[in-house]
Each structure stands twice: as structure tokens, then as C-alpha cells.
């Protein structure tokens, strides 16, 4: 089956520093890469998505980059602030079907 | 677009008795609903899969008799977990997709058995 890897765990950044967490799977069948932002409390929000026909995709201060021979796939946050601070979980899938989760990073935005 | 909503959020009880939980997609048919379990500091470990009018599909481990997924319609999908005990205490949390859309996720329900 599916196997997600995501690093880092932690991550600490001053408000207005980028921010990137990088992710790898291992089935080459996998096509669909989302990424997901949970709050504290809360389920997880999904923020960006990327299917495997796209390199890179961008929504204002989030982009999503995907290299499908290297099986790598990043989340990059720019001009960080307080309120991404959060715990991010990518996962990938093929076809839509069931979503295997990396472990998740906790982001920490400080003033 | 694209909500769902989990009821209760949060739900305390003693142990032995079963709990129910709601998991409605608002605002779209969800031909597919999935339950997960997360505990504190770790990621989501899937449950089960349900489609609309069929039995779940449960993952290796999941008890089926203690965990039991009603799936009856497309906007609504029920979690009961079945004479609960102290070690049932976690967060659940139910996910709802339409057929070739992504996967949107209720707020989720923090079960405590004493």
C-alpha cells in the first residue's frame, strides 16, 4: 500500500519568513495530493490540492509543487502569519480513493 | 460549499453505554463517507469507508460489532460505538466526498468514556 513520509515535524518561523514542509510517497499509482490544515480542536481543512498532470500550483500565499519521478511533493507558505500556525498533513491517493496521511507538521508562526 | 458537519462535538459518558455520531454533508450528495480516529499529537487513522446504500468497508483492526456505520443516505452517515469503554476515548472524525471531488472533513467529535 501507500506509504506518506512528511518532514519536518516541527517547524518555527518568524511572521513574514516562508514556510515549507515536504512530503514523499511511494506508489507511482498515486495521482491526487492534498494538503490539509488542522486547527486545534478541529478537523482537518483541506487548503490546496494538486493532481499529478500539474507540476506546481498556486493559490495567493500557498503553492503546491509535485516532481511524480522523484515522488515528491512540498507545501510552501509565504509571508507567514500568526494564524497559520497549525498542524498541515499532506496525503496522497489514487482516483480519488482512500487518503493515506503523513504524520504532520506542526507549524509555528511567531510575531 | 463543500461542509460538513459532525454532531456532537463533544460528548462525555459512562462506560458501558453506546454513543451515537452525526456526520451531514450540507451542501452536497456524498456518495462516499469516512470515519477516522486521531489521538492527541498523531495523524488520522482511517476506520472506515461507507457509500450511500452499502455496508462500510472497515480497516484491518477496526472492529466492526463495536464500531457500527450507517450509511442511509447521501447527506448523512452515523458512527455508533457500541458499549464504550475507557479505551474508546479519542477524537473521531467523519469525511464526506461527492463522486470525483476532494475529501472535506467535519470539525469532529471528542468522545470521553468514564
Known amino acids: 500500500g501507500e506509504n506518506v513520509e512528511q518532514h519536518p515535524s516541527t517547524l518555527s518561523v518568524q511572521e513574514g519568513d516562508s514556510a515549507v514542509i515536504k512530503c514523499t510517497y511511494s506508489?507511482?499509482?498515486?495521482?491526487?495530493f492534498p494538503w490539509y490544515k488542522q486547527e486545534l480542536g478541529k478537523g482537518p481543512q483541506l487548503i490546496i490540492d494538486i493532481r499529478s498532470n500539474v507540476g506546481e500550483k498556486k493559490d495567493q500565499r500557498i503553492a503546491v509543487t509535485l516532481n511524480k519521478t522523484a515522488k515528491h511533493f512540498s507545501l510552501h507558505i509565504t509571508e507567514t502569519q500568526p494564524e497559520d500556525s497549525a498542524v498541515y498533513f499532506c496525503a496522497a491517493s489514487s482516483r480519488y480513493s482512500t487518503l493515506t496521511f503523513g504524520k504532520g507538521t506542526m507549524l509555528l508562526v511567531s510575531p | 460549499g463543500a461542509v460538513v458537519s459532525q454532531h456532537p462535538s463533544w460528548v462525555i459518558c459512562k462506560s458501558g453505554t453506546s454513543v451515537k455520531i452525526e456526520c451531514r454533508s450540507l451542501d452536497f450528495q456524498a456518495t462516499t463517507m469516512f470515519w477516522y480516529r486521531q489521538f492527541p499529537k498523531q495523524s488520522l487513522m482511517l476506520m472506515a469507508t461507507s457509500n450511500e446504500g452499502s455496508k462500510a468497508t472497515y480497516e484491518q483492526g477496526v472492529e466492526k460489532d463495536k464500531f457500527l456505520i450507517n450509511h442511509a443516505s447521501l447527506t448523512l452517515s452515523t458512527l455508533t460505538v457500541t458499549s464504550a469503554h475507557p479505551e474508546d476515548s479519542s477524537f473521531y472524525i467523519c469525511?464526506?466526498?461527492?463522486?470525483?471531488?476532494?475529501?472535506?472533513f467535519g470539525d469532529g467529535t471528542r468522545l470521553s468514556i468514564l
Open positions: 469525511s464526506a466526498r461527492a463522486t470525483g471531488q476532494p475529501q472535506h
Open positions: 506508489d507511482s499509482a498515486s495521482n491526487y
